[in-house]
């Protein structure tokens, strides 16, 4: 029974903390007022990231790493369009969404000889090393050691967005210009600067996520690798109310769907067949917004573009 129980948070943790990162992502954007639904372009491209670069090089470290880099360049794209050039911000997270996949798939076929799948990528380090895993055999010290280190990163990162948010000027700053941008502007401190930096934020994390999915959750890179993990993040921000500590509840509910989907479908005592079952943390991502997007402060600010000057 102990052993289901921790293998359940063990699965839990894991389909959590890709979801993790991305909705951080989309918290940082959308708190400064820019609505960024280009999420699951931008892991499906930090995911290609993450494990192409593993493969050539056989450090995940490095791939993970790139693959955030590689995710706030991409998104770069979409902070241009939406606050330099005031560009509806729904159609251009939609290009993104779009542009990710894309470039993702093409480069796959050119790097690997037409196939658009990758080859298996060096997986991110556990938690625990594999030695002391194998010390302890049979105890939980072994059973834990499938957690990745991302997985505390993620965790981290929550602690650290809360942290500037609701404990720095800049994250005071960060939530006054998703309000009030205009009185953000009259106290000298460049609206367009602060959106800047928060989208190009929610780029390296959205890709920290995609990388998450390659290295450790499917260890290669396909077009379906993220598969509507995006959008799902997107749901867990709203349904965390765009609070750091809100979103990761949220997320772990969700990545406890995902298990609890993959548990059934393994079950010979499935008593639905195994798609209706995948569907399920879907349906609860759609019940969810049903359910709670009404009651929920979107910031006020939230998909408007600023023009500097207008109240």
């Keep these: 029974m102990m052993n289901n129980m921790i293998l359940a948070l063990m699965g839990t943790l894991m389909y959590a903390t890709p979801l993790l990162f991305a909705a951080l992502g989309g918290v940082v954007s959308e708190l400064s007022g820019v609505m960024n639904i280009g ?163 929610s780029g390296v994390l959205a890709g920290f996520g995609g990388a998450f999915m390659s290295l450790s959750v499917t260890s290669s890179f396909s077009p379906v690798t993220v598969c509507g993990h995006g959008f799902i993040a997107l749901a867990a921000m709203i349904f965390g109310n765009w609070k750091p500590h809100g979103t990761m509840l949220s997320c772990l509910l969700l990545g406890f769907a995902m298990e609890c989907t993959t548990l059934w479908g393994g079950s010979n005592n499935a008593w639905l067949p195994v798609p209706i079952m995948e569907m399920f943390p879907y349906l609860l991502t759609i019940v969810i917004l049903i359910l709670f997007v009404g009651e929920l402060a979107t910031p006020k600010a939230n998909g408007i573009p600023y023009v500097k000057g207008s109240h």
């Design 39 to 201: 999420i699951e372009g931008v892991m499906t491209f930090g995911a290609f990231v993450a494990a192409t670069v593993s493969f050539f090089s056989g450090s995940s470290i490095l791939g993970f790493a790139l693959a955030g880099v590689c995710g706030g360049v991409l998104i770069l794209l979409h902070a241009i369009t939406s606050i330099s050039l005031r560009a509806d911000q729904t159609i251009s997270g939609t290009a993104i969404n779009f542009l990710g996949p894309g470039i993702s798939v093409l480069l796959t076929k050119k790097l690997f000889d037409g196939s658009a799948f990758s080859p298996p990528a060096t997986k991110l380090p556990s938690i625990f090393p594999q030695a002391l895993a194998n010390r302890f055999h049979g105890t939980v010290f072994e059973a834990l050691n499938g957690i990745s280190s991302a997985t505390l990163f993620a965790f981290f990162c929550v602690f650290l967005l809360w942290f500037v948010l609701y404990k720095t000027k800049w994250g005071l700053r960060i939530r006054a210009t998703g309000e009030y941008p205009a009185a953000v502007d009259t106290m000298g401190v460049s609206v367009t600067t602060v959106r800047y930096c928060c989208v190009l934020a």
